[in-house]
């Protein structure tokens, strides 16, 4: 998605987090070699008849493996999966077997669900890309017309590039507009096409743009009607009647479904020469022209 400038960002924080303790308290037994003593009291003999339930725990998913669990997982140290005794030899009734076997298919079930959503990502939504496309090179496809009787020497070598991924297609453009006689750019425009493919950009578009203002307090916003299914134009004029500096700049923000894109318009008052003739255009012709031209821009990328 096209993003607004931004101010410079304080430094990310380091982010190395302390080791996850070891899922055991103690050292682990170690078996005690010739002459040596064992590091822990040797365990109790078991009770004849009875199972004991957490000496070797079997893993819920993973039949076979040892009962030592993965360190790093919460609980104990368990993996994703829970740690599950076996149901007991004897003693218990019929009915206690069947609760506790309940308890344990639910928690299969409820672990094989949730490794069916972590591995395929659940289901989401197809992109609603509403038919648009993003060319290798967007400025043979941009459409400026409305500039060119204000700039009409023309950009012989417009600058554009591209991306594809599964993920994201995007396109940029950037044109020099010059007035005649103009030996350098007096104005510069640009366009930008993002192709949304794995995510609605729809929140976040109307929350950059819509509130651009709160950020830049210097910018102008407006919502702009009957152009995709949100549109909105920010401008800035820092020029005044008697002055030889200041600039000119407006962006429309348009997002149609899953695809957005924008035009920029910027000029610099220092660029242009003394004569009348070149003077910058209107803040006013310049929101129409964009308004125009994007409405043509964005139907030439229709299929």
């Not at 993965?70 to 829970?82: E, F, K, T």
């Not at 972590?118 to 197809?126: E, H």
Request: net charge negative; glycine share 10%.
């Amino acid at each position: 998605m096209s993003t607004p400038p931004k101010p410079p960002q304080e430094p990310e924080q380091p982010s190395g987090a302390p080791a996850p303790p070891s899922a055991y308290p103690y050292p682990s037994p170690q078996s005690p070699g010739p002459g040596s003593a064992a590091s822990y009291p040797p365990p109790a003999a078991p009770v004849p008849g009875q199972q004991n339930f957490y000496a070797t725990p079997t893993l819920v998913g993973q039949p076979g493996q040892p009962g030592q669990p993965a360190a790093g997982y919460p609980y104990g140290g368990q993996g994703p999966y829970p740690l599950v005794p076996p149901p007991p030899s004897g003693g218990g009734g019929g009915a206690g077997r069947a609760v506790l076997w309940v308890a344990v298919g639910a928690v299969v079930a409820s672990a094989a669900w949730a490794a069916g959503v972590f591995l395929i990502g659940g289901k989401g939504a197809d992109a609603d890309l509403r038919g648009y496309t993003a060319p290798a090179n967007l400025c043979s496809s941009t459409d400026y017309s409305s500039f060119e009787t204000e700039y009409p020497d023309n950009d012989g070598s417009p600058t554009h590039n591209a991306l594809k991924d599964p993920a994201l297609d995007e396109s940029y453009c950037s044109i020099n507009l010059k007035k005649t006689g103009s030996s350098y750019a007096d104005a510069y425009l640009s366009t930008q096409v993002d192709l949304h493919r794995k995510s609605d950009p729809g929140p976040e578009f109307t929350a950059m743009w819509k509130n651009y203002g709160e950020r830049y307090p210097d910018y102008d916003v407006e919502t702009v009607e009957n152009l995709g299914e949100e549109a909105y134009l920010v401008s800035e004029d820092t020029t005044t009647s008697s002055s030889t500096s200041g600039s000119l700049y407006a962006t429309l923000a348009v997002r149609d479904g899953w695809t957005t894109y924008t035009m920029s318009y910027s000029a610099y008052l220092s660029s242009y020469d003394d004569d009348d003739d070149k003077d910058p255009p209107s803040l006013d012709d310049v929101k129409d022209w964009l308004k125009t031209d994007s409405k043509a821009t964005l139907d030439q990328l229709k299929d």
